[in-house]
Each structure stands twice: as structure tokens, then as C-alpha cells.
């Protein structure tokens, strides 16, 4: 059986790390805040919601809740955004995704300032990102999978990293961040040839294809570890893009549930603190 890469261990970290700079933000007089924007009732939308104000409770992160009702016109949304967007007492700003149809979210992920884009809205941040600046704000699941890596000492350098997915939120984010850690990258999507045997090759292999269990035993050999960044559901249970017998051929793979999950929320905090330190030096 493979090892088992749970996100527990790797949150826990990354919360220890978040409340000593929260320490260090007060002790400079800051107090980091986050402000969770929300637009209509989705339940999709009010479900992360809840998880979001879980984790800032658990790590103490004061939060602001604005919620916004679904038929708000662009110019109300703009005025409001901007009120937020400006409060010097706010250090990070998750606005939930999709925006409903009748709002511009292109020229809406524009406005946010990049300093406080803790999930990566503004593609400023994206640039960033790509020219390797230390003060990008990375989408925070490719942030997570790289975290991951690191936590359980995968090694990076040199190592072949196949990550199936091209989304701007995950694939693209994330072959830039590999490639700063020195790995060779193959990014490959719906319509690559002959998957499996490209999978196989792999030191690592990171799947975010949205397919219950699409991937089974026969995709992966033993050098595989697999980070499965998937979230499906199955009669209402939460499952990844691989199948449980992933587990008899790989050297390891992440669960879902368990895995990438509650270590990209923690991200999401990390990097709203990141923002108020920023401000508490300067
Ligand atoms: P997305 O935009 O739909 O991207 C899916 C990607 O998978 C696309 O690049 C697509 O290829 C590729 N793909 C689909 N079917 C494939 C197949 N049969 N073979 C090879 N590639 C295939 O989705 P996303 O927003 O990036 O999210 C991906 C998954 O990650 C979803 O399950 C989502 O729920 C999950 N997610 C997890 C977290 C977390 O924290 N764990 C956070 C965000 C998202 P094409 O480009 O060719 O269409």
C-alpha cells in the first residue's frame, strides 16, 4: 500500500506559522483582518462560506462578512467593492466566484487591489506570479499542492511533475511555481494522447480533471506520488479523480477527502496575514 499524504499535518504547520506572524502583526500594532465578499446565496458559495470563518475562528483571524444581494447593478457592486477595496483596516479580500451573470467579474477581479488578492482575482497577480516576484499571491490550491510536497520532502528539483489540468486557478499557476522549485513540467488537459503512459512516467502527478474516480490503478505505476486535487461527489460523498485502488500501485497519493483541501484554506489565511505584515513593516 502507498503512503497516505493527509492535509492535516501540512494545515496544522501552516496554522502554527500563520499565528505566530499574527503575534508579530499585533506587536506592530495590526490587527489582520479579511473580508469574505459575497454576492447572492449560492449554497455552493454559502458552504466554503461557513469553512472560511471556521478556520479564521480556529486561527483567531478577525473576518468581515459583506454580503450583497443577487441583483445588485455593477455600479452599486463597484461602489461598495471600492469602500471595502480601500479600508486600511482590511488586509485580504475573498470575493466568491462565479459573480452572477449580470455583474462584470473580468473588470470586477481588476479592481481588487493586488496586496490584499488573496485568491488571486487580479491578474496583476497572475503576472507576478509568472515573473517570479517574491509578492504574488499564487492561486492558493496550486500554492497548496506545493506545500503539500514540500511538507511530506518529496523532491522537487529535477523531478518530473506531470499536473493534469490547464485552468488558470490550478494548472498554469501551478507549473510556475514547480518550475521555480527547479522541476521539469508537463501540463496536459482533455486532449492529450496516450495519458496513462505520460502519468506513469511521472515522479509526480497532480490531477484536477473534476472526474469522480476517472483514474484507477492502471493510470499510475510504483514511482508515482499523487497529489489528487479533485472534489466530485458520488451519492453525496466527497471524492478525487482517483479511484481508491490508486492506493495498491503508487508509492503515495493525497485522499480526498483529507488531502489538499483544508490545506488550500489555510493558504487562503496565510495569505492574508502575509498582507497585513506587509503593512505592519511598511
Ligand atoms: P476546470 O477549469 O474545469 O479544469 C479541468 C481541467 O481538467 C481542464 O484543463 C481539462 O482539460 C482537464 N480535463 C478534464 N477532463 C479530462 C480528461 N478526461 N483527461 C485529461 N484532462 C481532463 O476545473 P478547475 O477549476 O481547474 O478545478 C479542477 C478540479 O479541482 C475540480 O474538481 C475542482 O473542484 C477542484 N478544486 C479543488 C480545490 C481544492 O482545494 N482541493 C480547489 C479548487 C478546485 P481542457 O482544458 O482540455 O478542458
Not at 444581494?69 to 461598495?80: G, L
Not at 485580504?92 to 466566484?97: H, S
Not at 499564487?138 to 510536497?149: H, I, Q, R, W
Not at 479511484?243 to 485522499?255: I, L, Q
Amino acid at each position: 500500500m502507498s503512503l497516505e499524504l493527509k492535509g492535516a499535518p501540512v494545515a496544522e504547520k501552516i496554522r502554527a506559522g500563520i499565528t505566530e506572524k499574527m503575534t508579530m502583526c499585533r506587536m506592530k500594532g495590526v490587527e489582520p483582518m479579511m473580508a469574505i465578499v459575497r454576492v447572492g446565496d449560492r449554497s455552493d458559495d454559502v458552504a466554503y462560506e461557513i469553512q472560511v470563518r471556521r478556520s479564521c475562528e480556529k486561527v483567531g483571524l478577525s473576518y468581515k462578512v459583506f454580503d450583497f444581494p443577487e441583483d445588485i447593478t455593477q455600479a452599486r457592486f463597484e461602489v461598495e467593492f471600492s469602500i471595502i477595496n480601500a479600508d486600511p483596516n482590511i488586509h485580504g479580500i475573498l470575493l466568491f466566484r462565479p459573480l452572477p451573470a449580470s455583474l462584470d467579474e473580468g473588470f470586477i477581479s481588476s479592481l481588487v487591489d493586488p496586496g490584499k488578492d488573496i485568491d488571486c482575482m487580479n491578474p496583476e497577480n497572475l503576472s507576478r506570479l509568472f515573473l517570479g516576484r517574491e509578492d504574488a499571491f499564487p492561486p492558493c490550491t496550486s500554492e497548496a499542492v506545493v506545500e503539500m510536497l514540500k511538507y511530506y520532502e518529496i523532491p522537487l528539483e529535477g523531478a518530473n511533475v506531470v499536473i493534469v489540468n490547464r485552468s488558470m486557478v490550478l494548472g498554469k499557476p501551478l507549473a510556475m511555481l514547480l518550475l521555480q522549485e527547479n522541476a521539469t513540467v508537463t501540463v496536459c488537459h482533455s486532449r492529450t494522447k496516450d495519458l496513462p503512459s505520460i502519468m506513469k512516467r511521472a515522479d509526480i502527478v497532480v490531477s484536477g480533471i473534476g472526474k469522480a474516480r476517472f483514474f484507477d490503478k492502471t493510470c499510475f505505476s510504483k514511482k508515482n506520488t499523487v497529489i489528487d486535487v479533485g472534489i466530485n461527489f458520488i451519492d453525496g460523498r466527497m471524492t478525487g479523480d482517483t479511484d481508491p485502488n490508486t492506493a495498491e500501485v503508487a508509492a503515495a497519493v493525497s485522499p480526498v477527502p483529507g488531502g489538499v483541501g483544508s490545506v488550500t484554506t489555510m493558504i487562503l489565511l496565510r495569505h492574508a496575514v502575509d498582507s497585513a505584515w506587509r503593512k505592519a513593516n511598511g
